[in-house]
């Protein structure tokens, strides 16, 4: 049977570790590619011992490298990289998370791929970039989305910033943007172009996807932190504690979504009361507001608020944990979870693929 995913036939290498490049060329291999991930003989991918550990491998190195082949070899040595190169002739894609400089040090940069496959695309996933001041700096998640400003917003009303459990800068600075780079110069060559080499700095990309304090900023309406439209700074758009300490999102921003949840809430009174109709954002009023639904999601249970919101269409839902989500129809009924089955970790559950691509 002829694979018909969009990405089959292609090509990658994968020399990345720990989470962005493992995960950008898993999207790959979902999406249909055969990718090849090669490892150092001496303890490899340093993602196989952070974490747990069931019998041989992290449950992190298991969710992020399946559906990939696997190969050890010493770029150090003079076979190993003889043994790259032969691999890069026939390859479409290369990707690598040193640090910039490293692949010229091993006599494997840029040109000497080049000059070896001139379709090849060569992506450098780093945490400044391949140039600039920084670019031989080390740094990890919390490095990248501190530079970028995101940090910052990212507080408590104490101006506390608060570590997010998703890695923004790994995920969306670095996996999801060599994600478009490389598809974007696959494109290109597949039109007849050269390959290219693609520089992804994840704090670059964090920083431009900043979207919302880059755009308080030119305005002038910087707000503190936990006080914006969308930090808590609104009573319309915030989450709420319930009586048995778990919490519902009120994501009610429209000022229609509002009202059906004041309706909801039995306080028709409130509906007037939103950031659309003058409210300051920030203000007051706002505050006010928010301590008096404070006081009003602590009367029911979870359950209880979303047995009574689940059939309004007015943006307010649980806040579920991860085995909830799990277990949820939401993610069931869309094939996004999977039990596998790995060879020496034994069964284990993993997200499905997020795209869909309808023939």
Same mark, same amino acid.
């Given at each position: 049977?002829?694979?018909?995913?969009?990405?089959?036939?292609? &090509? !990658?290498?994968?020399?990345?570790?720990?989470?962005?490049?493992?995960?950008?060329?898993?999207?790959?291999?979902?999406?249909?590619?055969?990718?090849?991930?090669?490892?150092?003989?001496?303890?490899?991918?340093?993602?196989?011992?952070?974490?747990?550990?069931?019998?041989?491998?992290?449950?992190?190195?298991?969710?992020?490298?399946?559906?990939?082949?696997?190969?050890?070899?010493?770029?150090?040595?003079?076979?190993?990289?003889?043994?790259?190169?032969?691999?890069?002739?026939?390859?479409?894609?290369?990707?690598?998370?040193?640090?910039? +400089?490293?692949?010229?040090?091993?006599?494997?940069?840029?040109?000497?791929?080049?000059?070896?496959? *001139?379709?090849?695309?060569?992506?450098?996933?780093?945490? #400044?970039?391949?140039?600039?001041?920084?670019?031989?700096?080390?740094?990890?998640?919390?490095?990248?989305?501190?530079?970028?400003?995101?940090?910052?917003?990212?507080? $408590?009303?104490?101006? &506390?910033?608060?570590? *997010?459990?998703?890695?923004?800068?790994?995920?969306? +600075?670095?996996?999801?943007? /060599?994600?478009?780079?490389?598809?974007?110069?696959?494109?290109?060559?597949?039109?007849? =172009?050269? =390959?290219?080499?693609?520089?992804?700095?994840?704090?670059?990309?964090?920083?431009?996807?900043?979207?919302? *304090?880059?755009?308080?900023?030119?305005?002038? $309406?910087?707000?503190?932190? =936990? &006080?914006?439209?969308?930090?808590?700074? %609104?009573?319309?758009?915030?989450?709420?504690?319930?009586?048995?300490?778990?919490?519902?999102?009120?994501?009610?921003?429209?000022?229609?979504?509002?009202?059906?949840?004041?309706? %909801?809430?039995?306080?028709?009174?409130?509906?007037?009361?939103?950031?659309?109709?003058?409210?300051?954002?920030?203000? /007051?009023?706002?505050?006010?507001?928010?301590?008096?639904?404070?006081?009003?999601?602590?009367?029911?249970?979870?359950?209880?608020?979303?047995?009574?919101?689940?059939?309004?269409?007015?943006? !307010?839902?649980?806040?579920?944990?991860?085995?909830?989500?799990?277990?949820?129809?939401?993610?069931?009924?869309?094939?996004?979870?999977? &039990?596998?089955?790995?060879? $020496?970790?034994?069964? #284990? !559950?993993?997200?499905?693929? *997020?795209?869909?691509?309808?023939?």
């Amino acid at each position: 049977m002829t694979n018909s995913a969009p990405l089959a036939g292609i &090509r !990658v290498l994968d020399l990345t570790r720990l989470l962005p490049g493992p995960v950008a060329t898993l999207r790959l291999a979902e999406m249909g590619a055969d990718v090849l991930k090669i490892e150092d003989p001496d303890g490899g991918d340093y993602a196989r011992a952070l974490g747990p550990v069931r019998n041989e491998v992290s449950q992190l190195f298991v969710a992020v490298n399946r559906g990939k082949h696997l190969q050890r070899l010493d770029l150090k040595d003079e076979a190993g990289r003889a043994a790259l190169l032969d691999l890069v002739a026939t390859a479409d894609v290369l990707v690598e998370s040193f640090r910039p +400089g490293v692949m010229d040090r091993l006599g494997l940069g840029w040109p000497v791929l080049k000059a070896c496959n *001139p379709r090849l695309v060569m992506c450098a996933i780093s945490g #400044y970039g391949a140039s600039g001041p920084f670019a031989g700096r080390a740094g990890h998640d919390i490095n990248y989305i501190g530079y970028a400003g995101m940090l910052a917003q990212n507080a $408590t009303p104490d101006g &506390r910033p608060v570590l *997010p459990n998703l890695q923004v800068g790994d995920l969306l +600075g670095g996996a999801q943007a /060599a994600l478009q780079g490389i598809l974007a110069a696959l494109v290109a060559v597949q039109r007849g =172009g050269a =390959g290219s080499f693609v520089d992804v700095s994840m704090t670059d990309a964090v920083f431009a996807h900043n979207i919302m *304090p880059l755009v308080a900023h030119n305005d002038g $309406t910087a707000a503190a932190p =936990g &006080r914006g439209l969308l930090t808590g700074g %609104v009573p319309c758009y915030n989450v709420y504690r319930t009586r048995d300490g778990r919490h519902m999102a009120v994501g009610a921003l429209e000022l229609k979504f509002w009202q059906a949840c004041c309706a %909801v809430l039995e306080r028709p009174d409130l509906a007037a009361r939103h950031w659309q109709l003058g409210q300051q954002v920030g203000g /007051a009023d706002a505050l006010a507001l928010q301590a008096e639904l404070d006081a009003l999601f602590a009367t029911r249970t979870q359950a209880e608020w979303t047995a009574l919101f689940d059939p309004v269409d007015c943006c !307010v839902s649980p806040v579920l944990e991860t085995a909830e989500a799990l277990a949820h129809p939401l993610f069931r009924a869309r094939g996004m979870v999977r &039990r596998e089955d790995h060879p $020496t970790e034994g069964p #284990y !559950v993993a997200a499905g693929a *997020p795209l869909r691509f309808i023939p």
